[in-house]
T-cell receptor, first 115, second 117 residues
Framework: AQSVTQLGSHVSVSEGALVLLRCNYSSSVPPYLFWYVQYPNQGLQLLLK??????LVKGINGFEAEFKKSETSFHLTKPSAHMSDAAEYFC?????????????FGRGTQLTVWP | GAGVSQSPSNKVTEKGKDVELRCDPI?????LYWYRQRLGQGLEFLIY????????KSGLPSDRFSAERTGESVSTLTIQRTQQEDSAVYLC???????????????FGPGTRLTVL
C-alpha cells in the first residue's frame, strides 16, 4: 500500500518568511501527488498536483512543489508567507491498481504564521 | 449546486444509535469517495464509488459501516450501533474519472462532524 509521511505536525514561520512543508511517499512506481489545504471549519481545497511532465508544479496562492523521484519527496514551498496561509496542509498520493481511485493522506502539517 | 454538499454539518448521537450521513456530489461527477478524519489525524479512506458500484470498500473499518449510492448522485454513509471511537469528521469527495483514473482532482465537501457520546 502507498504511504505518505509529513515531517513536522506543526510549522511556525514569520510573515514574509519562506514556507517549507515536507512530504515523502513510499511507492515502487511514480504516483500522482497532491497537496491539499484545509482552512478552519472548511473542506479540503486542492493546492496543486503532480501527474506527469514538469517536476516543478505551481499551484494557487503562490505555492509550488517539486517532485523528486530520487528522494521520493514532494515538498511544498512558498517564498513569502502571508497571514492568510495559516491552515492545515495535507500531502496525498493516489493508489495503484485496484486502489487507483483512493487517496492516501499524510497526517497533516499545521502552519502558523506570526505577524 | 456548485460544490459537494454534506448533511448534516454536525451530528451528536448516543452510543449504540444508528446514524446516516449524506453526500451530494458535484453534478456530473461519477466518482464519489468517503473519508474519515479523526482529531489530529490525516484522512482515512473508507469507500469509493464509481457510478453506483463500489469497486473499493476496503477502508470500511467494520461491518457496522455501510454506504450506498443511487442514481449516480447522492450517497449515504450509515453507521450502525455507533461507538465513541466513531467520533470524527466524515468527508465526502467527488471527481470526474479521466483516462488515467487516479489523476483527477477530488473535490471535497465541508464534512459532517459526528460526536458519539
Amino acid at each position: 500500500a502507498q504511504s505518505v509521511t509529513q515531517l513536522g505536525s506543526h510549522v511556525s514561520v514569520s510573515e514574509g518568511a519562506l514556507v517549507l512543508l515536507r512530504c515523502n511517499y513510499s511507492s515502487s512506481v511514480p504516483p500522482y501527488l497532491f497537496w491539499y489545504v484545509q482552512y478552519p471549519n472548511q473542506g479540503l481545497q486542492l493546492l496543486l498536483k503532480y501527474t506527469t511532465g514538469a517536476t516543478l508544479v505551481k499551484g494557487i496562492n503562490g505555492f509550488e512543489a517539486e517532485f523528486k523521484k530520487s528522494e521520493t519527496s514532494f515538498h511544498l514551498t512558498k517564498p513569502s508567507a502571508h497571514m492568510s496561509d495559516a491552515a492545515e496542509y495535507f500531502c496525498a498520493v493516489t493508489g495503484r491498481g485496484s486502489t487507483l481511485g483512493r487517496l492516501y493522506f499524510g497526517r497533516g502539517t499545521q502552519l502558523t504564521v506570526w505577524p | 449546486g456548485a460544490g459537494v454538499s454534506q448533511s448534516p454539518s454536525n451530528k451528536v448521537t448516543e452510543k449504540g444509535k444508528d446514524v446516516e450521513l449524506r453526500c451530494d456530489p458535484i453534478s456530473g461527477h461519477t466518482a464519489l469517495y468517503w473519508y474519515r478524519q479523526r482529531l489530529g489525524q490525516g484522512l482515512e479512506f473508507l469507500i469509493y464509488f464509481q457510478g453506483n458500484s463500489a469497486p473499493d470498500k476496503s477502508g470500511l473499518p467494520s461491518d457496522r459501516f455501510s454506504a450506498e449510492r443511487t442514481g449516480e448522485s447522492v450517497s449515504t454513509l450509515t453507521i450502525q450501533r455507533t461507538q465513541q471511537e466513531d467520533s470524527a469528521v466524515y468527508l465526502c469527495a467527488s471527481s470526474r474519472p479521466g483516462l488515467a483514473g487516479g489523476n483527477n482532482e477530488q473535490f471535497f465537501g465541508p464534512g459532517t462532524r459526528l460526536t458519539v457520546l
